[in-house]
């Protein structure tokens, strides 16, 4: 028992240290949160006690006020801190792989299943909508990127749809903060064992190919390199 309460000593320190970065971080993107939320944790507290004095329970419902506004302020202040987050990430190499591994249960994501030399990337995620691939890059460079990853994965999952988001602000584009809502919009088509299934299919072809033997020696006159600056690699 002394060892447990040790133990949870321990983690509550940790907690409120982790909350106050965040509301750090927070405010340097949204000057005004520490306003905001006494604004919404007084406000929700002064209406609950408010209903409290005209029915005549001003104790009763003064407490169930308070754990209400707590509630409702740490609702708002974890939406608030998402939104900061987002906007920090907005632009920065990676943003989109940092969303996408915290996507719920039931997503298989792998990062940068091909990249270029000029550093665009594409990601991918398999779920019950089928093959999502998020690129971050020049939305121009992109393209070829894409389409030759969509022509890698028709040879071996050529009957599962394949989706194709590219991360940005431009028109056309999706930003960063609604990556997750977009894919999770995607129909649901494949069951849960399908999704396994077609992700075990999609890491063997990149094991495959990244296994290929690879001639030693002097390379044979005449013989020339494969076009394009297109490198992949899988999990």
Do not use: C
């Not at 944790?41 to 005209?54: C, P, R, Y």
């Amino acid at each position: 028992m002394a060892r447990k309460d040790k133990a949870q000593d321990s983690e509550n320190p940790g907690r409120l240290k982790q909350i106050g970065l965040t509301y750090k971080m927070t405010r340097r993107a949204d000057r005004w949160i520490g306003w905001v939320l006494a604004g919404v944790g007084l406000g929700t507290f002064g209406v609950v006690l408010g209903i409290g004095l005209l029915i005549g329970h001003p104790i009763y419902l003064g407490i169930l006020g308070l754990l209400v506004a707590l509630l409702t302020t740490a609702i708002v202040f974890g939406r608030r801190a998402e939104r900061a987050a987002f906007s920090q990430m907005e632009g920065q190499p990676g943003a989109a792989a940092a969303v996408l591994e915290n996507m719920r249960r039931g997503v298989v994501f792998t990062p940068a299943v091909a990249i270029n030399r000029q550093q665009d990337v594409v990601h991918r995620a398999v779920g019950k909508y089928g093959v999502v691939l998020v690129a971050e890059g020049n939305p121009h460079r992109l393209k070829s990127l894409i389409a030759a990853e969509k022509r890698r994965m028709n040879r071996v999952v050529s009957d599962v749809p394949v989706h194709d988001v590219v991360v940005g602000t431009a028109e056309g584009q999706v930003p960063l903060k609604k990556l997750r809502s977009t894919i999770l919009k995607f129909p649901k088509v494949l069951p849960g064992p399908r999704v396994t299934e077609v992700n075990d299919r999609l890491r063997a072809m990149g094991d495959l190919m990244s296994n290929m033997p690879i001639p030693k020696g002097p390379m044979p006159k005449g013989m020339k390199l494969p076009k394009g600056n297109v490198q992949r690699r899988g999990r």
